[in-house]
């Protein structure tokens, strides 16, 4: 069996075929560097989330989730170095007008888009986007959307631990929107400039931190195998000094090798106490802990994992997509998602229009009784329609024919194999329930 495996090209194509991925506003013409994610797209966002917290929620650590806002003042974006370091060296063709990345193009060469070497001067861009909190426009009502949720758990570091009654170490975790103004979005979900991150921020004694920062990078590899991923297709980077952000004391990238390079899908940073100094710097207010073994009080450090819901969503149809061509001859195109991750999880086909009534009880008991995205379709043929679940990743396929009425058994048709079965019809919900386990 010849495989190929996807190229960008394609899995935009699919991502609009099959409803995971839309731009958002196309009938307007788009806007550049922001999407929005259609039925099947939410549903296996959703699924990446809940694997996510599933994999924080079973560890032996005391962790906590909260929500933060996505705007913050002027004040506290001063303090986390937001204000002052996060920009982007940009530079302009003058002939075109085309906007990039300084260190993504040759300015002794000409542009890449119009061929006329003619270029403005190197300049820093600020990626943040920046409000006006009500009606006055003044510095006093200066805001920010956020770019990036770690700000929103350090602020609110005393009031989680004291209302929760935590004692160190214990991480705060949540899932939410961030805003960067991008010069230049690319590469599908990879780059863009609104999107979501999901981020623990563990707290510990400094002299535990490294311990930790190991433990962590342990623990994020392992949740990659458990949905799926292949783990040749994964490998860490630890990052030299040079390239560490301002707050880091060490960090360790998880990357994954997309078609166009190895690339970041998470990052792993032992901020040491830099966060909560200097918000406790800045705000006046005391974010010390004290330690009733020393009797002193001390300031936690910080080991930070934060990966990007839209880069693990775009590796994961990387990691599950192939073409593959059948013994019949012709081509047909897989996602091979693990089945916890798959959007939809069961099909419910009849063969022709005289059984639809009853697999159509039979998908609405299922879908009652187990609470799981199913699907019922009766709309072409049977091998289209075995076609497109293989499309979207649907793991099995039950098909209702002119025998059950006789053996009230279905055909159990598997997504990766193709391979087919019979089995009961009141063996169904277990047959589900089992593969989903695995």
């Not at 960008?8 to 994610?37: H, M, P, T």
């Not at 075109?96 to 060469?109: E, L, Q, T």
């Not at 949740?223 to 560490?244: A, L, S, V, W």
Request: charged fraction near 25%; charge should be negative; glycine fraction near 6%.
């Amino acid at each position: 069996m010849t495989v190929s495996t996807a190229t960008l090209e394609s899995i935009v194509a699919l991502c609009k075929r099959r409803g995971f991925v839309f731009q958002s506003a196309e009938i307007y013409g788009g806007l550049n560097g922001v999407y929005d994610f259609g039925p099947l797209g939410l549903l296996l966002k959703n699924n990446i989330q809940n694997a996510w917290i599933h994999s924080l929620a079973t560890t032996d650590y005391s962790i906590t989730f909260i929500d933060g806002a996505l705007l913050g003042p002027e004040m506290m974006w001063k303090a986390s170095g937001h204000i002052d370091h996060f920009h982007d060296p940009m530079v302009d063709c003058q002939n075109c007008k085309h906007r990039f990345r300084a260190d993504h193009v040759d300015i002794n060469k000409p542009c890449p888009d119009c061929g006329i070497q003619k270029w403005t001067l190197v300049r820093q861009f600020h990626l943040m986007f920046k409000t006006d909190i009500g009606a006055v426009a003044e510095q006093a009502n200066v805001a920010y959307l956020r770019p990036e949720t770690a700000q929103s758990i350090f602020v609110n570091f005393k009031n989680v631990m004291t209302t929760n009654r935590l004692k160190i170490p214990f991480g705060i975790a949540q899932i939410g929107k961030a805003f960067r103004n991008e010069i230049t979005p690319r590469q599908f979900l990879f780059r863009v400039r609104e999107f979501e991150q999901m981020e623990i921020e563990w707290f510990c004694k400094p002299d535990q931190a490294m311990e930790f920062f190991q433990a962590w990078v342990d623990h994020r590899l392992a949740f990659y195998r458990t949905i799926g991923i292949n783990p040749e297709r994964i490998r860490t980077r630890p990052h030299t000094p040079d390239e560490r952000a301002h707050y880091s004391t060490c960090c360790t990238d998880i990357e994954y090798e997309f078609p166009f390079g190895w690339k970041e899908l998470e990052g792993i940073a032992h901020r040491s106490d830099y966060d909560l100094s200097q918000h406790s710097q800045h705000s006046g207010k005391d974010l010390s802990v004290f330690d009733d073994a020393t009797k002193t009080s001390y300031l936690p450090n910080v080991i930070e994992c934060s990966v990007g819901t839209g880069r693990l969503f775009l590796a994961l149809l990387f990691n599950a997509y192939k073409e593959e061509q059948t013994p019949e001859g012709d081509v047909r195109t897989v996602l091979n998602f693990a089945p916890s991750i798959a959007p939809i999880k069961a099909a419910f086909l009849p063969l022709t229009k005289q059984q639809n009534d009853a697999t159509e009880r039979i998908y609405r008991d299922i879908k009652k009784n187990l609470g799981i995205a199913v699907e019922f379709d009766v709309s072409g043929s049977i091998g289209k329609r075995y076609r497109r679940q293989d499309e979207i990743g649907t793991p099995v396929c039950f098909t209702y024919d002119f025998e059950s009425e006789v053996d009230h058994c279905v055909t159990v048709r598997n997504r990766d194999s193709m391979q087919q079965e019979r089995i009961s019809i009141d063996k169904i919900a277990q047959y589900i329930t089992d593969f989903l386990k695995d």
